[in-house]
């Protein structure tokens, strides 16, 4: 009886993990690939590596894999792993206008120095189902690329460095400068130290890049639709790779270790006279992968986050940054779940003699 | 896949230690520290197994409880991680283990000077009831400025003739800090009070360290007419081994739909109803 249900938790545990595990594939004989995930699912895999902190496509794809599609999980498996890894060092940093591009668009101006680029979006598609994917197969897909690369001509110039619109205003005084926006003399690490608040803005940054994606949209919307000021113009937005270099231990030189995909976003809004005459405010968003709807939220938040006096929860820096963790939200929210029996008796002793004092006190 | 010993990498753990050694040195004084992720969820007791995982060593002999019992989901899995990464023997024996990591309990046999007691926290800030806001609670930290929390007991039993706090019940520290003790029931309270072991306190999600070195005052707060009280039990008595001075745990049984009442703390249970020693590295 009753001393059963407390106890025999080892084999029922092991239970329940042989059904996750069986579920997994849902007794699928064809397991999905790696590089399925990697190719097929890559806007899944840029999620889970910007919010499980962690750049690496493979590991993302088996985070995916392993979790069956939950973002959430996949994203914890890799924050997960990242604090087995010991920290080298930190990069030097990176200048994005060097950057292998696939995407550049400006919704401020017609025309852009440098150009603009659509590159691959889903912002011009119909969203309509595509019944054809029912039947997609190796020859479909083969015939489907061939007529995509022949459209691309032979040898064509790409620059290596697109100038960033923001400079450009801020040569011309129209935005405000950079000692406005940041005051950090040196990097704050969030993975290395907590946070405490006013948070420095590196450590501002850090958290919102590794912030969850839907998290950090609902406090942007709720910036830009009533409950804030702001109503941001995308400067700049820009997708591609850029190089990360860290300096040689011993030459006085730098040596790229890697390549990453990033997604940026600066956006203008709320004219302020922080700096004597009126300038535009700028925010600053950006993250690992190809996710625009993350960058352009991350973007309203920073400048959200500046606002003379904090009137709403997304103006609000520790409310903000508190709460946009994935990792954190989920295992709090889902611990619930854990037996709670002597808190709750707990609290039920509290109702019991409150409940009999209070009728007392009737009579 | 080889992982460190502990999981943790040296540096990592080495950081946590130092954050120890504040926290004893400011008792009830909670130390910022950089949590990191475990392959176990945030809010899952993350905080409790970066103290365990720094602190432990090749030698140690680890209880895992949560709620009072061995065999919960929760202190199994704890158990399972801490034994799979650091190869350290385990036990349900109280006495035996040289750490006890707990969820919601202390356990009801006394702890000598040469253990550790390691809690998992979900929430640190014991002003978090009456202030949402970590930078002003850091500040009435730092000024002592306690006033509404004493406030906030008053108006509780203007309003419901008892002060409505269950579990975590908000403690004064070496007569300075008010703290947390996490959710623990009040019947674990005076434990806490000049006790020979030392207690440390890990919140992995809200990246906070705290303890109570041995032989420190801890007071519940109260009011001199109003005073502080544990659990009743009513004068039930454990159904399986009879104590009658320990945490009960309230069961409905199905067959009869009768209250039974068992011991919340299953390996003294075991002990008093078998007598003596119960079997170690389970």
């Known amino acids: ?363 | 896949m080889k992982f460190n010993f502990a999981f943790l990498d040296e540096n990592t753990k080495k950081e946590i230690r130092r954050k120890i050694l504040k926290a004893i040195a400011i008792p009830g004084h909670q130390i910022p520290f950089g949590s990191r992720e475990l392959p176990i969820a945030r809010g899952w007791g993350t905080g409790g197994i970066q103290i365990t995982l720094s602190i432990i060593g090749k030698e140690d002999i680890l209880k895992v409880i949560d709620q009072g019992s061995d065999d919960s989901v929760n202190a199994v899995n704890i158990k399972k991680f801490v034994e799979k990464v650091a190869g350290v023997k385990t036990t349900t024996d109280t006495k035996k283990a040289t750490i006890i990591q707990t969820r919601h309990r202390i356990p009801e046999e006394k702890l000598r000077n040469d253990q550790i007691l390691v809690f998992q926290v979900p929430l640190p800030e014991p002003l978090r009831i009456i202030e949402p806001s970590e930078r002003e609670t850091r500040r009435m930290h730092a000024e002592a400025d306690y006033s509404s929390m004493w406030l906030y007991l008053y108006e509780s039993i203007v309003k419901f003739k008892e002060i409505t706090i269950g579990a975590s019940y908000p403690v004064m520290v070496n007569k300075r800090y008010i703290m947390s003790p996490s959710p623990i029931p009040r019947w674990d309270i005076p434990k806490l009070n000049n006790a020979e072991c030392l207690y440390l306190f890990g919140a992995g999600r809200e990246k906070r360290i705290y303890a109570i070195p041995p032989w420190t005052t801890v007071e519940p707060i109260e009011f001199e007419d109003f005073k502080f009280r544990v659990e009743d039990f009513a004068g039930n008595v454990c159904h399986e081994c009879g104590s009658k001075d320990t945490f009960l745990n309230e069961i409905i049984d199905e067959a009869s739909g009768k209250r039974i009442w068992l011991c919340s703390d299953t390996s003294y249970c075991k002990k008093v109803k078998y007598g003596g020693e119960i079997e170690a590295n389970t």
Request: hydrophobic share 40%.
């Open chain 1, 1 to 363: 009886m009753g001393y059963v249900a407390v106890k025999g938790g080892r084999e029922a545990i092991e239970n329940s993990l042989d059904f996750l595990e069986f579920l997994r594939s849902n007794g699928s004989l064809e397991p999905i690939s790696i590089d399925q995930i990697k190719n097929e699912l890559h806007f899944l895999v840029d999620r889970v590596m910007s919010e499980g902190s962690l750049y690496s496509p493979d590991l993302a794809a088996i985070a995916i894999k392993q979790s069956a599609g939950d973002t959430f999980e996949a994203a914890f498996i890799l924050r997960a792993y990242r604090s087995t890894l010991p920290r080298i060092g930190y990069s030097t940093t990176s200048e994005t206008k060097e950057i292998r591009l696939l995407r550049r668009i400006s919704s401020a101006f017609k025309d852009v120095p440098g150009g603009q680029f659509l590159g691959p979006s889903t912002d011009y598609s119909l969203r309509l189902l595509d019944f054809e994917l029912l039947e997609e197969d190796s020859a479909k897909a083969r015939e489907r690329f061939k007529r995509f690369l022949e459209k691309i001509p032979e040898n064509i110039e790409i620059p290596e460095e697109f100038p960033k619109l923001i400079e450009i205003l801020r040569k011309e005084n129209f935005v405000v400068s950079k000692d406005i926006v940041t005051k950090d003399k040196e990097l704050f690490d969030v993975t290395k130290n907590s946070l405490s608040f006013p948070s420095p803005r590196s450590a501002t940054l850090q958290t919102m890049a590794r912030g969850e994606t839907g998290g950090m949209l609902l406090l942007a919307y709720s910036n830009v639709r009533g409950y804030g000021v702001s109503h941001p113009t995308i400067g700049e937005l820009r997708v591609g790779y850029i190089k990360f270099k860290i300096k040689h231990p011993f030459k006085d030189k730098e040596i790229t270790f890697a390549e990453v995909l990033i997604t940026e976003a600066e956006l203008l809004s709320k004219i302020t006279k922080a700096e004597g005459e009126p300038k535009f405010q700028v925010g600053y968003g950006v993250c690992f992968g190809h996710n625009e709807t993350k960058a352009i939220s991350m973007a309203i938040l920073d400048i959200a986050m500046r606002a003379e006096k904090v009137m709403y929860p997304s103006e609000d820096q520790e409310f903000v940054l508190s709460h946009i963790d994935g990792i954190e939200s989920m295992g709090f929210v889902n611990h619930f779940k854990l037996p709670h029996y002597v808190t709750f008796l707990s609290e039920f002793d509290r109702l019991r003699k409150s409940k009999k004092e209070s009728i007392k006190n009737e009579i």
